[in-house]
């Protein structure tokens, strides 16, 4: 699977742009989470805002499964070149959509312990919402 089709990732290159133009001017971006990329084997999970110029450099909410789900930069190339057993490899959720900006999530994230439990809890605790795609 291709991590990235072209319309997610022009649509991260814009939050990049965005955000850049944000800081410029001094003013705060929190976007939506565009791409739930996951470990089809564990807890891994990240939530990807932004991509860099580099065309690599992702931004926006990782969490390894170790607790401490946290907003940072993290690499496409080095993701897709992850190799678990039985030959799978780290996905993209396709149906993943949500309403919240990634500052809910990374809050909702640090408090469960993990992205994959904050869905849970977000989804408890706004029910109106759309479901983000598990």
Not at 16 to 29: I, V
Not at 55 to 64: E, R, V
Not at 78 to 83: D, L, N
């Amino acid at each position: 699977m291709i991590l990235l089709p072209p319309d997610l990732h022009a649509a991260l290159r814009a939050n990049a742009a965005a955000s850049l133009a944000a800081q410029t001017k001094g003013e705060r971006f929190d976007p939506l989470p565009l791409v739930k990329l996951f470990s089809p084997l564990n807890a891994a999970t990240w939530l990807a805002t932004e991509l860099h110029n580099d065309g690599d450099t992702l931004f926006g909410l990782a969490d390894l499964g170790f607790g401490c789900p946290e907003l940072g930069a993290f690499s496409l190339s080095e993701i897709a070149a992850v190799r678990l057993p039985f030959g799978l490899r780290i996905e993209r959720n396709l149906t993943f959509d949500t309403s919240l900006a990634l500052s809910v999530w990374a809050d909702a994230a640090r408090h469960a312990g993990s992205i994959i439990w904050a869905e849970t809890l977000l989804s408890r605790a706004a029910p109106d919402l759309p479901p983000t795609g598990g």
